[in-house]
C-alpha cells in the first residue's frame, strides 16, 4: 500500500512454497521504477525483496506470470516488456531466482503485453502465449516446452456447490522432491496471468521433480468443502470433483452397452499421449465391478496403471501419457469381472 510507483498489474503466486501466496508486480514506464515482488510473511504483512534479479532490472514491463516450466516444484517467473525485452526468472528453490538468458522466449524481441502459461499439447509441459501490445503491431506468440524427465500433474477442478470453474479454490499437493518434503500451493483463479490480458489456464499444474508418488492432496473449495487424497501417480491430467473424488477416466454411463469391450487406443502410434477405450456392462444384480486398466512394456513389466477402481456400466476413455517413456512396442491390458483383454500401441517419438 504505501509502495507507489507506476505498475502495469500483478501476479499472486507461493514461489517459496510456504503456503502463502505472494505478490509480483510489474514495473512501469522505463526510468520510474522497476518490477516489485512482496513475500507474504504469512500473518497479513509482506516484505518487499530487494536486491534479487528478479527486482532489480529497469525497463518497461507489461504482462507477468507465474509457472513451474521446469517442472522442479518452484514456480519460475516470466515478465514480458513493452520495449522488447522480455525476461524470464527461474526459480532456485532457496528464495531467489537466476535470470534466463538464452533462448527464444528471451530474444525474440517482440513487444509482449499479457502472458499465459498453458499445456496447449497435453504432453506433460507448460508453454508459453504471449499477447503482442496491439499499439506496436505484430502478432502474438506461442513458445512450445520442449520439457524433461521431471514429473508433474495436471488437475481440472469442477464445482458442484462451488462454481463450475472451481475458482478461488486453493490446492495443496505434499510430495517428496530431491529428499525433501515439499508443499505447493496453487490457487484457481480467472486471472492468474497477472497485468493487461494474461491469464493462465484454469487446471492447477504441479512440477513434482524426481517425486515417485503424491503423498497427499487437499482442495479447500469456495464453498467451504474439504476434500482430501492421497497416494496419487503423478505424470497424469486428472478431474477433481467437489466432493465426489478425482478421476482422469472419461465416462458415459447414459448408453449401457452389453457386453465388455476393449478398443484399439486412438491414435496408434501416438507420440505421446493416446486415448483408450472400454465398455462396462452390468454385472449380477446390475452394477459395475472392480476394473483394472494396465500398461506394460515390451518386457512385460508393468508401466502404468490407468484404472483400478469399481466403475458403474458405461463406457470409459482413460488418456495414457508416455513422455516419459522410449519409443516403443507397449500393451495395455482390461480386467473386470471375468474378463481381460490385451492389445498392442506403438509410440513413436
Known amino acids: 500500500m504505501l509502495d507507489v510507483l507506476h505498475s502495469s498489474g500483478g501476479s499472486w503466486g507461493d514461489y517459496n ?4 501466496l505472494d505478490l509480483f508486480v510489474t514495473g ?17 504483512t509482506f516484505t518487499k525483496i530487494l536486491n534479487d534479479p528478479i527486482v532489480t532490472y529497469n525497463h518497461w514491463s507489461g504482462g507477468s506470470s507465474w509457472g513451474d516450466f521446469n517442472k522442479d516444484g518452484y514456480l519460475d517467473m516470466f515478465v514480458g516488456g513493452y520495449d522488447g525485452i522480455n525476461l524470464l526468472f527461474v526459480n532456485n528453490g532457496n528464495g531467489s531466482f537466476t535470470r534466463i538468458d538464452t533462448g527464444i522466449i528471451v530474444t525474440d524481441g517482440n513487444y ?8 496447449y499439447d497435453n504432453d506433460g509441459n507448460l508453454d508459453l502465449f504471449v499477447a503482442r501490445n496491439n499499439f506496436f503491431g505484430g502478432n502474438n506468440c506461442l513458445y512450445h516446452n520442449e520439457g524433461n524427465s ?31 518434503t515439499i508443499t505447493q500451493l496453487r490457487e484457481i483463479s480467472c486471472q492468474t496471468g497477472g497485468a493487461i490480458s494474461g491469464q493462465n489456464m484454469l487446471n492447477a499444474f504441479f512440477g513434482l521433480g524426481n517425486a515417485t508418488v503424491i503423498d497427499s492432496l487437499k482442495i479447500i473449495w469456495p464453498s467451504g468443502i474439504i476434500d482430501k487424497y492421497a ?19 472419461k465416462s ?17 502410434p501416438f507420440n505421446p499421449t493416446t486415448t483408450i477405450k472400454f465398455d462396462i456392462p452390468p454385472f449380477e444384480g446390475g452394477q459395475g465391478g472392480m476394473t483394472i486398466l ?3 512394456d515390451i518386457l512385460g513389466k508393468g508401466i502404468e496403471t490407468l484404472v483400478n477402481e469399481k466403475l458403474n456400466p458405461g463406457t470409459y476413455e482413460v488418456a495414457f501419457n508416455a513422455s516419459q517413456y522410449p519409443s516403443g512396442v507397449y500393451f495395455y491390458n482390461l480386467t473386470s469381472g471375468n474378463f481381460s483383454e490385451t492389445k498392442k500401441m506403438f509410440m513413436i517419438k
Open 17 to 20: 512454497n510456504d503456503g502463502y
Open 28 to 44: 512501469g514506464v522505463i526510468g520510474t521504477g522497476v518490477d516489485r515482488l512482496f513475500l507474504n510473511n504469512g500473518n497479513g
Open 252 to 268: 458415459n454411463t447414459n448408453n449401457i452397452p452389453q457386453e465388455f469391450k476393449l478398443y484399439q487406443n486412438f491414435p496408434n
Open 294 to 296: 494396465k500398461v506394460y
Open 150 to 180: 521431471n514429473k508433474w500433474i495436471n488437475i481440472k477442478c469442477v464445482g458442484m456447490v462451488s462454481n463450475k470453474c472451481g475458482i478461488g479454490a486453493k490446492l495443496y499437493l505434499k510430495a517428496v522432491i530431491n529428499g525433501n
Open 112 to 119: 509482449k503485453e499479457g502472458a499465459g502459461w498453458c499445456d
Open 231 to 249: 497416494q496419487i501417480q503423478p505424470n497424469r491430467f486428472i478431474t477433481a470433483v467437489e466432493g465426489q473424488g478425482i478421476s482422469n477416466i
